[in-house]
Structures are given as C-alpha cells and as structure tokens.
C-alpha cells in the first residue's frame, strides 16, 4: 500500500496503544491484532471484526446474502475480484508446497526459490482490498503416515511470515495445521514460528479437544481455518472397513453444535471460523463434505444462514431423518446377495410442507488411491442404472448387482426451491455362506 494514501488511526484501548493504517481509495483496509483486557481481537480499519467465512470458491453472492463476511481463497487477482464484488474479505491461500509434494526442506535452493515465487504473490497482490489474511502453507505437516515432516519445517514457515510482514505489515500471517498428533505440533509451532500472527486450525470431529490444546500451548489468537461435519476417518465403519456416513440433517446438527458450543464459545481466543465447503467435491463419497449437492442447498447451509445473521431462510431444505435398507438394521453389517430384490424407505421432513421428489441410485464404493490425499486422485462412481423400481417416491424397490462387492445406495430429497437433503447406506453383496 502507497504510504501517502495511508492515514494513521491511534487507538487507546485497554491501556495498549494500536497503530492501524486506513486504506486509500483504491487499496485495502488494513487489518491489526490486539489483545484487550485478556481477551484477543481482529480490527479492520480500526473497527472490531469477527470472521464468519466459507471455504470455496463459487457462488460468493449467496455467500454474503447468508451473513457470511469472508470466504478462504486461493492467491488468485480474478478470484479476488470476485470475493470483492461480493463484498466478502479473503484469507488467501499461499501457493506454498509441501513434502507430499516433493519439497525438499533441507534443499536450500529450492527453499528460497519457493520463497520468492510466495513473496512475489503478496507484493502483487497485497493492496487488493479483498485481502484480510495470508495462509502460509495448509497442512504442511501432513504427509504419508509414519513419515515425519522435516524438522525444519516450522523455521522455515517462519522466516517466511517474516518476510511476508516485511512487505506488507497490514495483513496478518498465518499457517494451517491438520489434527494428527496436535499436542506436539502446536507445541513445536508456538515455540519455533514466534512471527506468525494467529495460528489456523483445520479440524472436524475433534473440534472441541483441538481448540483447548490450541488455547493450552498457543500463546496467540487462533482461526479454525477448515470445520465441518464429522470426518470420514472419525466415524463408524462396517465390517469391510468402509465409513458409515452420517445424513445431510445429522451432518447439520453437528455444525450447529460445533459452532455454538465451540466455535462462539471461545470469546477470547477465536478470531472466527470457515466452514467447509462451500461448493461439492469427491472425498470419500461425492456427498461427504459439500455444502451443496447438484447446486441444491442443504440444510447445513440453512443453518450456517441463522448462525452468520440470526435469521433463518424463508424456504429451508428438507430434512433426511434416516434412510434404511427394510431388514437390516445394523449399518455396519448390511450383506445381500447378487441379483436380488430389496426394499429401502427414507424419513424425512420438510418443514415448509414442500411436496418431495427423491432420486435414488446404486454406486459402487470408490476405489481411493494409495497416496490419495483430502480426496486428491479420487473419482467419483458412475451410478449404476436399471437396478431401482419406484425411483421418486421414498419407498422403493431395488435391485442388487449381481457381481460381489462394496456399493452404496444413495437418495436425494429435492423440495422443487433450490434445496435437497440426502444420505446413502454401504452394503457388501456376497453369495451366502
């Protein structure tokens, strides 16, 4: 930012003297960190400001008409532009690579090449007015199971941030940490990275037990950078060790808990929060962890909605209640046999007395690749056709494959408005014993 476009604000507050600079007409606001009577605070332009965000990239409109203020984002102009029109602030992903990537952190080459091609972003981009946030690296720790990240890690995120608050002192520095093995992690963090502003946090189930070890070893205010519905990998499985999925209504209970009973719960501490994800994708199932299915709005979506503003949409998605295959009870243990007729009915309820359409349908259980990481190299399964008689309804009859294997039986709830609720049930066809 052009330190002649900049007028100087100095606030008393708390008896701590903050200096927060005030953007232009034509840049940014300035973003500042301050802790006040204990308790840790984000100011833009002076004003106190609580991060209500998404993770994604479309549809930011619908975005900010739900109450949301920020959105995570990669370091892209055109995508700014896109999170400014909609009036949103971005916490923007740093293109910075990590071992499972083939970076090298001991290889000083390539450490300070990497190092300027992320300077070189944040000059470019660091008076775009939709910047709030720079996310030095996204789980960078994580890499195959029993392999440790490099010890050098941190040192070098470190020096990083560094430099990053060299070049722009308006905007606050950052790196993402995932949940395996958190207590020593944070530790190593909180002692070897002392430039970085606030810490960011992606965690699901474990939501709770996270942030208190973050407020136990992290000396500084923290972001939950990455939440959402319980984890594939932190869920029950069935007997052929694939995760049993919770409903869409389910999936919006626990992101209304988890953000009431632990997300608002840290006034002191917790700088704000993204939920995950505001768009779809294939991890797992093509259903885990998008906000949206087909371009239909689910419930967590209405809930999120009442969380950011207070509100609830005039029109909301139906609820799926549950969804069972007629005769078996234990999802864990659902065998059937090839080539043979069963029934399935889902419950559910909308509470706008919308009339109901459902889409049923049979896929085979993804094939995840070896190294396949937050769904990298997944492809989603092709349905299946001509095995469901009475497709619509929520009663149906269907048809097994006839060749042996893990599938799912997946239903969709559409209330004709933009919205649709949903689940799936895994089942393993096997000839009888």
């Not at 029109?85 to 990497?114: S, Y």
Request: proline residues 6%.
């Amino acid at each position: 930012m052009d330190a002649k476009r900049l007028a100087i604000l100095s606030i008393l507050a708390g008896g701590i003297i903050v200096q927060v600079a005030l953007g232009g007409e034509e840049g940014g606001h300035a973003y500042e960190i301050v802790e006040r009577d204990g308790a840790w605070q984000l100011l833009r332009a002076g004003e106190p400001f609580y991060a209500r965000g998404a993770v994604g990239w479309e549809s930011y409109g619908l975005l900010r008409r739900c109450g949301a203020n920020s959105v995570r984002t990669g370091a892209n102009k055109t995508g700014l532009d896109h999170v400014q029109d909609a009036g949103l602030t971005a916490m923007v992903n740093l293109p910075v690579r990590g071992e499972r990537n083939r970076m090298n952190w001991d290889d000083e080459k390539m450490v300070a090449d990497q190092e300027q091609r992320v300077l070189q972003f944040v000059r470019e981009l660091k008076d775009h007015p939709a910047v709030m946030f720079w996310v030095v690296g996204n789980e960078l720790d994580r890499i195959p199971p029993g392999v440790p990240h490099s010890p050098r890690l941190w040192q070098r995120l470190n020096k990083m941030a560094k430099e990053i608050r060299a070049i722009d002192p308006h905007h606050p520095v950052l790196t993402v940490v995932g949940t395996g093995q958190y207590e020593q992690k944070v530790q190593e963090i909180a002692k070897q990275c002392p430039d970085m502003d606030l810490l960011g946090i992606n965690a699901y189930g474990d939501l709770g037990e996270v942030t208190e070890l973050t407020r136990k070893y992290w000396p500084k205010p923290y972001v939950i950078a990455e939440w959402g519905p319980t984890g594939h990998w932190q869920v029950r499985r069935t007997e052929w060790r694939v995760p049993i999925e919770e409903t869409s209504t389910e999936k919006a209970r626990a992101i209304y808990d988890r953000y009431t009973k632990v997300i608002q719960a840290d006034k002191e501490r917790c700088l704000g929060s993204y939920v995950f994800l505001w768009g779809q994708k294939q991890e797992t199932t093509h259903t885990w962890y998008g906000l949206f299915q087909d371009g239909l709005a689910t419930e967590s979506i209405d809930v999120m909605t009442y969380l950011w503003s207070g509100a609830w949409p005039q029109n909301r998605a139906p609820a799926v209640l549950t969804l069972d295959i007629v005769g078996f009870p234990d999802k864990t243990r659902v065998y059937l046999q090839p080539a043979q007729s069963y029934e399935a009915t889902v419950v559910t309820y909308d509470s706008d007395y919308d009339p109901l359409v459902f889409q049923w349908e049979i896929r085979p259980e993804v094939v995840i690749p070896k190294d396949s990481y937050a769904g990298g190299g997944e492809k989603p399964a092709v349905p299946i056709p001509g095995l469901i008689q009475g497709d619509g309804s929520a009663q149906i009859h269907f048809t097994t494959p006839g060749k042996e294997g893990a599938y799912r039986l997946f239903v969709q709830a559409r209330d004709g408005n933009g919205h649709a609720g949903y689940a799936n049930v895994p089942f393993c066809v096997r000839q009888k014993e």
